[in-house]
């Protein structure tokens, strides 16, 4: 073999490697690979993600049919944001279906906690379980499908006495529901800026209704999703942007920070860069304390880390 061909080979192989490297390296179901430039304090928290996986039955209602994105998956964007604690949310594709949060759950070895999408008449034995499991909040999902908020108040009072939460994605809804969601006792989690429409941001009654319920003391929102709502888009998702910075300024200690992978509303081709979106909580929550209140404290506090 002549010295030319020898090292054509050599090439090909180191060529090879790399490309392969290039393919493990990729996030699944994320733009991009780079590490995001913040650097989160240790035990930092993804407070909204999701699993799929197609061994479980989707609900007969369901309208989002995601691929499968798996715990192991999910990993890979943990290093490269450089967290090791999630928070798992059933999705509305699996309806009351929790397994595959269980599973997620019982795989992540005391790295995560649920959050469980129940039926109204779930007994009493069924959630200790789950509360055993890692469970620490129900979700209501008014922004796929319509779901209604049956049993809303009376889970709301099952599950403060474990200490769980009640979460919602209120969708376009959240003005109109502001004053009953005031009146739930215990604890309250809105997703994805409360879905603050856009232009009006925060001059919105949405904005204000949101406003209210943080200032009664046991309500939190999640700077999850920009995407959602933002209608300058990205990198920046300025109009969104406007809108954390407000909650920052007034209710840093009531904010919690997810990514929403695999982003299940997006399209397989349309994904987000994840590292940078975890760059605009820089432009957010500029100092660094505000940053570990919304990635650390609270969630630590919230979901018992």
């Not at 197609?54 to 990993?75: E, G, I, K, M, V």
């Not at 008449?121 to 909040?137: F, K, P, T, Y």
């Not at 209608?231 to 920070?257: H, S």
């Amino acid at each position: 073999m002549s010295l030319t061909r020898r090292r054509f080979i050599q090439a090909s192989s180191a060529l090879g490697a790399l490309v392969s490297f290039g393919a493990l390296a990729k996030t699944p179901f994320s733009l991009g690979d780079q590490p995001p430039r913040l650097i989160p304090p240790a035990g930092s928290v993804d407070c909204h993600m999701h699993l799929y996986d197609d061994r479980f039955p989707t609900a007969a209602d369901a309208t989002l049919f995601p691929p499968n994105a798996s715990l192991a998956d999910y990993q890979q964007l943990q290093r490269r944001l450089g967290l090791k604690r999630m928070v798992i949310v059933t999705p509305s594709t699996y309806g009351t279906d929790n397994r595959i949060m269980l599973d997620g759950l019982a795989r992540s070895q005391g790295a995560a906690r649920g959050i469980a999408v129940v039926e109204r008449n779930i007994s009493d034995q069924a959630l200790q379980a789950m509360d055993e499991a890692g469970v620490r909040g129900i979700r209501f999902n008014l922004s796929v499908g319509g779901a209604a908020l049956e049993g809303l108040e009376s889970l709301a009072a099952r599950v403060q006495d474990l200490g769980w939460h009640v979460q919602l994605a209120t969708g376009p809804r959240l003005a109109e529901l502001a004053e009953r969601l005031s009146k739930l006792p215990g604890k309250l989690v809105i997703d994805h800026f409360g879905h603050v429409p856009q232009p009006e941001g925060v001059d919105s009654a949405a904005f204000a209704a949101l406003q209210r319920l943080l200032d009664q003391g046991n309500t939190w929102v999640k700077l999850s999703a920009p995407y959602l709502r933002s209608q300058v888009g990205a990198p920046g998702y300025g109009d969104v942007g406007k809108v954390a910075q407000a909650l920052v300024e007034r209710n840093v200690e009531r904010l919690l920070w997810g990514s929403d992978w695999p982003h299940p509303t997006l399209p397989v081709d349309g994904k987000p860069d994840d590292a940078a979106i975890f760059d605009l909580l820089s432009v957010w929550a500029p100092e660094p304390r505000a940053q570990a209140q919304i990635l650390r404290d609270n969630p630590v506090s919230l979901y018992g880390f």
